[in-house]
């Protein structure tokens, strides 16, 4: 079962954002780009509202980037 932080709620428009996201970083240096990022995910943060959302969302962005134990 896929924890609900994760499951798809964009629909048919992942792509398409994903796009935006990638076009939002060209020409950017890496500082910018790493500058862009974390204004981005500030206002994400805001967007969503809810502080254990938000909590939940960092934990599985974490466990994510880890390797998996076993």
């Known amino acids: 079962m896929i924890d ?7 629909g048919g428009h992942g792509d398409d954002i994903y796009a ?16 862009l990022n974390a ?15 938000v909590l939940a969302a960092i934990e599985a962005a974490r466990a994510a980037g880890l390797p998996a134990s076993g």
């Not at 020409?27 to 910018?32: I, K, M, P, R």
């Open 39 to 53: 204004r981005l995910i500030l206002i994400l943060i805001n967007a969503v509202g809810d502080r254990q959302r």
């Open 4 to 10: 609900p932080i994760l499951e798809d709620h964009l």
């Open 20 to 35: 935006a996201l990638l076009a939002a970083h060209e020409g950017l240096t890496d500082a910018e780009s790493n500058a």
